[in-house]
């Protein structure tokens, strides 16, 4: 039986791609890519790949690595598998538990996650990647941090969207990040399965900043990036909410004016310097 209740409860395969391609682009790579310490020829697995962005950046970088992809939600690996092969790339998605990977033992130099070590038990999370990890293979586990950040972003409408939100009724919603931790925590818990060179980075990155942008088309692609991240964690939401309908006309509208409004100001020379950004934990360590 497929399961797809990430994609259906908590959030939507395109959501997720379209948030992550927003964040993580070739305009600021250099701030996020070196993370990864990728040399040509490396066996790879992302566990808990999603859409598979980042797999994909990474073969159509490091085109004579060997990159595999996992995930539990069916709808997420179908989407990757049908991105992977419009970029003509031959990464290997196939669906499966982080608890049980269907790859040999010491088969890969880099494992590593995004934003998924939050949502799973650490000894379930770990077990398996330490396992098929070479020895002296490289782990790389990346999440969020959720402090609070100085981001401007642009707000014309919204306050009015907002409120739109907040109108909204759900069912019930499916409590996330239910293994948020310290990434002290996260490191003594490495240590304790006798991971080496354990080390912790922090990244502030901005995706998000038009009127910073070397040109017109950066900067439009960036208003776009965002608009279209908006709009699809619009369409989820108001798909999972009993009375999504009510809202929809009026919330799709608002979104559009506003976006409409951004590319008005930036045309229009007006700058308001509107920024938006992640500030990202990168702990990694050696089997
Ligand atoms: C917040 S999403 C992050 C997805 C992707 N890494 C990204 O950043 O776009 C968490 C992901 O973990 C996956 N996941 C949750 N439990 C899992 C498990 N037991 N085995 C494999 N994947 C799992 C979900 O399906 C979801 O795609």
Redesign the pocket.
Known sequence: MKNT???SQ??STEL??Y??KEKFNKDNRNDWFKYFKIKNGMKIL??????G??TNMIKLYFPDCEVYG????DN?IEFAKKRCAELKLDVKYSV????NLPFENDMFDLVF????VE??PFD?FIKEQKRVLKEGGRLLIMRVDMIKKNDKPFMFLEDEIGELFSKLEYKEREP?AKYLEDPDKTMQRLSEYNFKNIDLKFERIVYYSPDTQPNRKKAIAQIERNYLTKLTNALFCLERANNGDIVKEQMLDLLEKQYKERLRLYDNKSKIFDFQSSIMIFISAKK
Do not use: P
Not at 70 to 73: G, R
């Open positions: 209740f990430w994609s908590v959030q997720l791609y948030s992550r992302e566990v808990g790949c999603g859409g962005l980042f996992i995930d539990i939600d997420h499966a538990d982080i608890n996650s995004h934003t998924v949502h799973i379930i996330v």
